[in-house]
């Protein structure tokens, strides 16, 4: 693999990573002609042993109950600690400073500036050659001058901390350097600052210096992005975020790309403390609409990792420009954490284009995203009940409703069939966003609770009372619905029957990667059906100048119903 050397690079980063990543994938909950989400799930680790550099707060150590970095598993393990952060004098400090160090610790130092050593307490030897370190207490604030200091001067502090013996009770490690003038002191390493670190390691023979460190090295997060079109340019060099998964031990990281060139291919690659874990490819909408632009839509994906993944590999071989996801994505249930790992982690290495670029995807919520998998028309709960749908899917602040505009040729509208919010209470939103888009030539919706289902379920009789009619007045071209673990396919329907001209096409219904149910057999005596199956599927849909063309079709790429229908505006 190809490794990227990033300007937000920590010191000796050759070690291999210790927690795992799932992603990343691609979202659009803005423009997606000019930007595009990434975002994928880390674990921040505990410990930095086994020769991994990872970045803390000091002090470090242990077994007082007054460290800002834990370190657990140091007593009995390992009795050595190394750190260093790069330092900057002012270009005004006057003529005659000194630098000095303010240290709490136990049992011993030694301490660099630019790789030659300043100052040493208690220790022989240095390193991992250390041949013997005297017990102190950490009792109080020490005070040491380090010498005279030149205004503007950039460098690297290095700190090398020894407890007596590895089987010691506690272990303390807290720096702070200020610059002294005129009696007075003024920080230049404020106490409790970000410090790379190794614990339990050999640094090498070099480690003091590091004269490629910079200043955002100790203020970089835990993972770094960097992108640009494929085939050259600068990188860019967005701040990653991070927030909590939901109730769980993980974080959702991420960055929104804004400022994109339509219809661009971008590579990217993320590291992780500096050393790159991959590299991948998305490529933003065109600007204008494209004869023959597709993508693939359905929902209820994930019962098992064998449906998921073969349909999920299916959506990526069909080469969409996106997939619209309606619902019942990972079957967690507002609780089960560890199933978004893993419908995460297939999204990325299954949904991938022939050409190695990432699906990006448009998210619509479902019943089993809550707790309690509520389907409550309603009386919804609130976005509470979701907590990791609503935490790992950017654009969902407002609820479940989400509208997306591709240039001035294609609006998808994504709803809430009453999972976290009522209904009705969608009603007004709804209608003002289709009235706004009333000269967008394609128009498409997607909610997970079918209107007009096969009758495997009771239908959404409020989804018919309060959205068909709107969608029947702006001319929607299709809804897609979920949920019934089947396929249907109905014909245009207007005011609840059949009509060829002025209705509505309904498709679904949900069953993308679950264990399908069975079709009723009186599902005919529904006047607007045409067809209901019992398989799995998704929808492709192609669009040209004057139409669409909806396939279904199976993991295998079997086509096995499908329709043509014009464009209705």
């Known amino acids: 693999m190809t490794k990227l050397i990033l300007l937000l690079t920590f010191l000796s980063v050759s070690a291999g990573v210790h927690a795992a990543e799932y992603g990343p994938f691609c979202q659009w909950h803005r423009d997606p002609c000019t930007t595009m989400a990434i975002q994928w799930i880390g674990t921040e680790e505990k410990q930095g042993t086994n020769g991994q550099w990872l970045v803390g707060s000091a002090g470090f150590g242990y077994g007082d109950d007054d460290d800002q970095t834990v370190l657990e598993d140091m007593q009995g393990n390992y009795r050595s600690i190394y750190i260093r952060r790069p330092y900057e004098v002012p270009a005004d400090v006057p003529e005659g400073a000194e630098i000095t160090l303010a240290m709490r610790y136990d049992d011993g130092f030694v301490i660099y500036l630019d790789g030659k050593e300043v100052l040493r307490q208690g220790v022989v030897g240095s390193g991992v050659a250390i041949k013997s370190v005297k017990s102190h207490e950490a009792d109080v604030w020490e005070y040491f001058k380090l010498g005279p200091v030149v205004a503007g001067h950039k460098g690297v502090v290095a700190i090398e901390g020894h407890n007596e013996k590895v089987s010691s009770s506690d272990f303390t490690l807290r720096p702070r350097l ?79 790309l804004r400022g994109l060139i339509p219809g661009t291919r971008y590579e990217f690659k993320i590291a992780r403390r500096g050393a790159v874990i991959g590299t991948w ?13 597709t993508f693939v839509t359905g929902g209820d994906m994930f019962h098992n990792r064998e449906l998921l993944d073969a349909m999920n590999t299916r959506a990526g071989r069909e ?22 790992l ?10 991938v284009a022939p050409d190695g670029r990432l699906i990006p995807m448009i998210v619509v ?67 003002d966003q289709l009235a706004t888009r009333a000269r967008v030539p394609r128009q498409f919706v997607c909610y997970h609770r079918p209107a007009w289902g096969s009758g495997v379920k009771e239908d959404a009789i409020d989804i018919r009372r309060e959205w068909s009619p709107l969608f029947e007045k702006h001319k929607v071209d299709a809804v897609f619905e979920n949920d019934h673990h089947v396929y249907k396919r109905t014909h245009p329907i207007r005011g609840g029957e059949r009509d060829d001209k002025g209705g509505v096409l309904y498709l679904g219904d949900g069953a993308w990667g679950v264990k399908i149910r069975e079709v ?49 505006r």
């Open 365 to 431: 919520i479902g019943n089993h995203e809550v707790k309690g998998t509520s389907f409550k028309p309603t009386d919804a709960p609130g976005q509470d009940q979701a907590p990791f749908f609503y935490s790992l899917f950017k654009g969902q602040a407002a609820g479940g409703q989400v509208a997306i505009d591709f240039g001035n040729y294609l609006s998808v509208i994504g709803l809430d069939s009453g999972h976290t919010a009522n209904i009705k209470a969608q009603t007004q939103w709804l209608s």
């Open 281 to 293: 490819f998305f490529e933003t909408a065109p600007e204008n609409f494209q004869e023959g632009m």
């Open 178 to 256: 200020d610059w002294r003038a005129n009696g007075k002191l003024t920080p230049l390493v404020k106490e409790g600052a970000k410090w790379s670190y190794l614990a339990g390691g050999d640094p090498g023979p070099n480690w003091t210096k590091g004269t490629e460190v910079t200043k955002e090295d100790v203020a970089a997060p835990l993972y770094q992005l960097a992108y640009r079109p494929e085939g050259g340019g600068a990188w860019g060099r967005p701040t990653v975020r991070a927030r909590p998964l939901g109730p769980s031990d993980h974080d959702v990281f991420g960055v929104d």
């Open 319 to 340: 080469d969409p420009l996106f997939a619209l996801l309606g619902g019942d994505l990972a079957y967690a249930n507002g609780s089960k954490g560890g199933r978004w």
């Open 342 to 351: 893993e419908w995460v982690d297939s999204w990325n290495k299954c949904a």
């Open 520 to 568: 009723p057999k009186d599902w005919k005596s529904r006047s607007y059906l045409v067809e209901a199956r019992s398989v799995n599927h998704l929808i492709k849909v192609t669009m040209t100048g004057s139409g669409f063309a909806y396939e279904a079709m199976t993991a295998a790429g079997e086509v096995f119903d499908g329709t043509k229908r014009p464009r209705r």
